[in-house]
């Protein structure tokens, strides 16, 4: 990923892509004392930009420091990021961590760096994205928000998930499903989970894991569409129930789910006009968006 054209931001300037390098005495890298964001943007628009920019601020908040740039700073150098590479369709990734001068447990002489880099990166499935992922049970569930800060969207918190990942692809399994501490369902590696159950929608109450801002939009699409949503605690027995289930991410965006484990789904029409309805908003101009609603 290291090796390709294009521009990164790093510390306020923008630097060709293969010299974006880090030096290796990291304390992020040793330490995890890293978060980050995933945004989308289409035709030029970054999606919620503000509330990505937001969380990233809230996440290194939570992880005891404050990223030395102002949301609009922040705002503005994703904005420069998607036009320095020439995309008006594509990922944006911004990260801040804690730098090299300082490296032990203590941290407080580290300074804060932020970097931002974007590339395409189109719908998974395309065309064929009605036809729905699968998702294997993974070992490790998600830490209890007293064993770690789940509420940041934190670099080390993302350990378990490539841990789940691989061990549900090397089962062939698109991705993996985990569970909260306490054995309720909780979410995908990268992405929320909903089920639709008796014309429903029904999600987990995101203690442990985070409050996606695609979550946050597919319920406000579900319930102006007459769909009653509940956010509760979702027992694992309970999704033989369900009769059409997906998952809602940044990168995600709204995906069917076919199987999980050994259930198998036939994904439907609350999920096909939810996907509808999701691709029309993320594809509305900031008027569009601010006439609607008005
Ligand atoms: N959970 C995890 C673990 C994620 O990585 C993501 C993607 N950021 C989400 C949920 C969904 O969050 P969002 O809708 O804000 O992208």
């Known amino acids: 990923f290291d090796d390709r054209d294009g521009m990164i931001w ?39 930009l503000r509330d990505h920019t937001e969380r990233l601020i809230a996440s290194g908040r939570i992880l005891g420091f404050e990223i030395p740039y102002s949301a609009e700073q922040i705002d503005a150098a994703c904005k420069e990021v998607l036009a320095a590479n020439n995309l008006t369709d594509g990922y944006i990734r911004p990260l801040a961590w804690r730098g090299a001068e300082q ?28 036809k729905g992922i699968t998702l294997g049970m993974a070992q490790w569930r998600r830490p209890d928000p007293r064993t770690a800060p789940t509420a940041s969207k934190a670099a080390g918190l993302y350990m378990i998930g490539t841990l789940s990942k691989h061990a549900a692809e090397a089962e062939g399994f698109n991705d993996a499903l985990m569970l909260t501490c306490d054995g309720h369902v909780a979410e995908a590696t990268g992405a929320n989970i909903f089920f639709a159950i008796d014309g429903a929608l029904h999600t987990p109450i995101p203690e442990s894991f985070l409050d996606g801002i695609t979550r946050r939009t597919v319920m406000a699409l579900a319930r102006s569409r007459q769909i009653t949503v509940h956010e509760r605690r979702i027992d ?59």
């Open 10 to 48: 790093w510390d306020g300037a923008l630097r060709p892509w293969r010299e974006a390098n880090l030096h290796v005495l990291s304390h992020g890298l040793h330490y995890a004392s890293a978060v980050f964001e995933g945004e989308r943007s289409y035709n030029g628009n970054i999606f919620k």
């Open 103 to 130: 490296l032990s447990v203590s941290a407080q002489a580290t300074r804060i760096h932020l970097a931002i880099a974007a590339w395409p990166w189109p719908n998974l499935f395309g065309a064929d994205r009605m």
């Open 236 to 294: 694992p027995a309970e999704m033989a129930t369900a009769s059409e289930v997906f998952l809602a991410g940044t990168a995600a965006e709204v995906t069917p789910v076919r199987q999980i484990g050994d259930l198998t789904f036939t994904p439907g029409a609350m999920t096909r006009m939810l996907i509808d309805d999701y691709d029309a908003l993320v594809r509305m101009s900031p008027a569009e968006v601010a006439k609607r609603a008005a």
